[in-house]
């Protein structure tokens, strides 16, 4: 009785949980229908990304949708340094074996 009474207090546009499933909602539809109208390989990435960075408040969302921008950024750079310097086959072995 009452996990009715928390359901049916919670199918309002007021309640925050609420308006949160409906924002995830919508999101992962489209990002499932983005990635099927585009027929991208392995594109699994997508609704599990919108799924991860999505957060109940705007502020939590933009703030760690950020961070897995500027992380992967940095993430490319290191990768990029690496093979730049990595170039000779002594260094590639010894990348390969760390």
Excluded at 27 to 39: G, H, N, V
């Amino acid at each position: 009785a009452a996990t009715w009474a928390t359901l049916r207090a919670n199918l309002d546009l007021s309640s925050v949980a609420f308006r949160h499933a409906l924002r995830c909602g919508v999101c992962l539809a489209l990002a499932i229908a983005f990635q099927r109208w585009q027929q991208i390989p392995h594109g699994f990435w997508i609704p599990m990304t919108t799924a991860i960075v999505l957060k109940p408040d705007f502020g939590g969302t933009f703030s760690f949708g950020a961070l897995r921008v500027a992380g992967t950024f940095v993430g490319l750079l290191v990768a990029t340094l690496l093979a730049h310097l990595a170039m000779d086959g002594a260094s590639v072995r010894l990348a390969l074996l760390a």
